[in-house]
């Protein structure tokens, strides 16, 4: 099937599903009187929620962003960490998730369904409009009619982005929410989230002069119509064990390809922090409560790297064991990654919230989320909350999801601090031919044959398709 054609899928699923009358012109010799007849929007918002864990754990944008954002380094196939080509397709996101919600919207079946649905999408497409750039969006999941969509800007799709966090959460209802295995059918829990991710995505503009006016409305009104504020209120979902194991489980499952980064580990230590005893564990085994702070050295080739972790068999595998069990949580958004924002937002002069209290609260959560204590006065001392150490709380937040660790770096990065906060070397290994860290994906081959002229036309707008083409939010203008 060319890659076109899964643009099509959509229409196609619900078209088959409707029981269109056509079908009966050949009898019913093939029709299972006992089988369903239309998607089960239940079955198919289940399966999105638990696709998008992959957006923040294991999946490519977070695994290989975590490597750029240096969370992780890779012990055993040295590649993405030292920066080959990172040609990845995005269209598998939207012949899946991004479908699977296509359809609850287009059935309408429960109000509140087709809220999360909206939803869940921009918080999808948010993340791959940050690992690619332009993308489609306004033209993407229409079937038929746009079997070749347009490449947005940008801008467009953030501001769709926005605009429609806001709408879902307002038609957010007590209708049926089946199959919700983030918040088991809690809308208030799902109007929280859906500001939360609208106050991060305008965060996400601070460094764009011409969009931080409608940034700064945005994140005002997702804070006022409220967000998450506690971890019992954090989007995420605990997977059952058995045959649906945690992706930090799989990640363990007979591998040991990746380790937490020497860049962590040092930064942990330098500050004293309590969660350096949980962000690395000992061992690979599943369970296992040992702690390791001997992060691996980032960015080796295969044979020094291999020479490194055979020099130290304790090296820090990527979260402590017991944190990595088959019946593990996959976080989305937390309150400590909130928190942050928000402070992030104020010391813009975004709100008039206190960023001190903002700051302090973040970290404490961020503490809580992995059963520690509140960082103590003296950790505050050593780190004030200026933009510098609000930027790299915010990046320790977020571990292990590597993909929003990269979305908080490249925005720090600037001409006149071209390492960014906190202050990342290159791969010393690196085998691009610039040396520098990786500034998004390439777009696929295949996008070049089935949709040349509107990638073409995008490639032109953004000045080129490589790993060094900056995101549009990450160019300071």
């Not at 019913?28 to 638990?50: D, F, H, K, R, S």
């Not at 079937?143 to 800007?153: E, N, S």
């Not at 500034?439 to 044959?449: A, G, K, L, N």
Request: hydrophobic fraction near 40%.
């Amino acid at each position: 099937m060319k890659k076109r054609y899964i643009y099509t899928l959509a229409a196609a699923f619900v078209w088959i599903g409707s029981g269109c009358n056509k079908l009966k012109d050949f009898g019913n010799v093939n029709q299972n009187p006992t089988a369903t007849t239309q998607p089960l929007i239940a079955g198919l918002l289940t399966n999105a929620e638990v696709s998008a864990t992959g957006l923040s754990s294991t999946g490519t944008p977070a695994i290989a962003g975590g490597q750029y954002a240096q969370f992780f380094t890779e012990t055993q196939y040295s590649g993405t960490s030292l920066y080959t080509l990172p040609q990845n397709d995005f269209t598998p996101y939207y012949s899946g998730p991004l479908y699977d919600l296509q359809n609850i919207i287009n059935l309408n079946q429960s109000k509140a369904s087709s809220a999360v649905a909206k939803i869940l999408q921009q918080y999808i497409f948010w993340v791959l409009t940050d690992s690619w750039g332009e993308l489609p969006y306004t033209e993407a999941l229409k079937g038929l009619q746009a079997i070749q969509p347009k490449y947005d800007t940008q801008e467009t799709i953030y501001k769709g982005i926005i605009a429609t966090l806001t709408s879902a959460q307002a038609e957010l209802d007590g209708s049926s929410l089946a199959g919700d295995v983030i918040y088991n059918g809690d809308v208030a829990s799902w109007k929280r989230a859906a500001n939360s991710i609208k106050l991060l995505a305008a965060v996400q503009l601070s460094k764009v002069p011409s969009a931080s006016a409608y940034a700064a409305t945005a994140a005002k009104e997702a804070i006022a119509a409220g967000v998450i504020e506690t971890n019992s209120q954090n989007m995420k979902v605990t997977f059952p064990g058995g045959g649906i194991k945690s992706p930090w489980y799989n990640i363990y499952d007979g591998r040991k390809d990746f380790a937490e980064s020497a860049t962590m580990t040092d930064m942990l230590k330098g500050l004293n922090d309590p969660r350096l005893s949980v962000y690395g564990g000992k061992s690979e085994v599943i369970g296992n409560v040992e702690s390791s702070d001997i992060g691996v050295t980032y960015g080796l080739a295969r044979n020094n790297v291999l020479a490194f972790i055979e020099a130290n068999p304790n090296w820090a595998r990527v979260m402590r064991g017991d944190f990595r069990t088959t019946t593990g949580a996959v976080t989305i958004i937390t309150a400590g990654e909130v928190f942050l924002a928000r402070a992030e937002a104020a010391s813009l002069g975004w709100t008039s919230e206190e960023v001190a209290t903002l700051y302090v609260k973040g970290i404490t959560a961020s503490n809580d989320q992995w059963g520690l204590a509140a960082p103590t006065a003296a950790y505050i001392t050593n780190a004030p909350p200026t933009i510098a150490n609000i930027t790299v709380q915010r990046w320790i937040a977020s571990y292990p999801d590597g993909h929003q660790a990269w979305n908080v770096w490249r925005k720090s990065a600037t001409a006149a601090n071209p390492k960014g906060y906190p202050a990342l070397n290159p791969a010393p290994d690196a085998v691009n031919a610039s040396k520098l860290i990786v500034s998004r994906f390439v777009y696929p081959t295949s996008e070049y044959s089935s949709n040349e002229v509107n990638v073409k036309a995008s490639v032109a707008r953004t000045g080129g398709d490589t790993q060094d083409t900056h995101v549009w939010w990450d160019v300071e203008n």
